[in-house]
């Protein structure tokens, strides 16, 4: 089963269908990737961190389980993840997806469990740590706090876009742009990465109102839908034209350093399980 298909509770429940997973320290190229991740921290910070890092390698499913801990931290560093919330019908919802670069479990920083889960699309690197071991190790070195603070404000940013998004748009046009921001998971005549049942909470639409608004557009030549969950784009330009309204509303830079990174590219959402 991949990440997100059906409905899945929270808590044990969840966790037994986690990801299958390895461990092992840091290899001589993860450590030299840590000391690029920051390169104006202390040199006594990154051996800090490389020593306390484990790397691990995951197959699809969860990895951690919003609410449990102890609270993690982790750099993607391989394959595509989403950020999940359990909500109170026992769904798992993704909240955003992202891929190699991105920094999960920030908010963990300041204590307590997780505020959010996190699954694994695709098979994926990724290099971890304690969150009580990696606030000692940023506290004690200024550049570090920096950074961490340029990556809070830029989150902050990213928010306050979003809730813009969703307080003064259209449906329609959030379903267009969420289409095409993560168009290589979307669209696929078989088996999509992403499922159109995780577009709800990615796009902030109500799944009836999504329903109805990719029948407009499978009546309108814009998408086909193939199959219970297949979804094949026929006119990208008439779908950009939907999204077009949300161009009013100005993004958090996209190449700053502390950016939000980009789900991985992959085989092809027409590839075997088993083959990305």
Known sequence: MRAGDGAATR??????????????????????????????????????????????????????????????????????????????????????????????????????????GIDALTPGRMIEWESTTFREIAAADPAFLQDLLA??????????HLIKIRAFSGARARLASTLLRYEPLVFSARRPLLPRNQYSALAGVTPRMISRILRDLEAAGVVRRSGAEGLVLIDRARLEGEAAPLDVFSPPDP???????????????????GDV
């Open 151 to 160: 990556r809070t404000v830029y989150a902050i940013r990213a928010l306050n």
């Open 11 to 116: 808590g044990s429940d969840r966790a037994g269908q986690a990801a299958r997973r390895t461990t092992s320290p840091l290899s001589a190229e993860e450590a030299d990737a840590v000391r690029a991740y920051w390169p104006s921290i202390a040199p006594e910070s990154v051996r800090a961190l490389v020593a306390a890092a484990t790397s691990i390698v995951v197959s699809p499913g969860p990895v951690y389980v919003e609410g449990e801990g102890p609270p993690k931290l982790a750099i993607v560093m391989a394959g595509t993840v989403a950020a999940t919330w359990a909500v109170p019908d026992g769904r798992t919802m993704f909240a955003g997806i992202y891929g190699p670069g991105q920094l999960m479990g920030a908010a963990t920083l300041a204590g307590g469990p997780t505020t959010v």
């Open 255 to 273: 190449a700053s350093p502390v950016a939000w990174a980009a789900p991985a590219p992959f085989a092809g959402a027409d590839a075997e399980e």
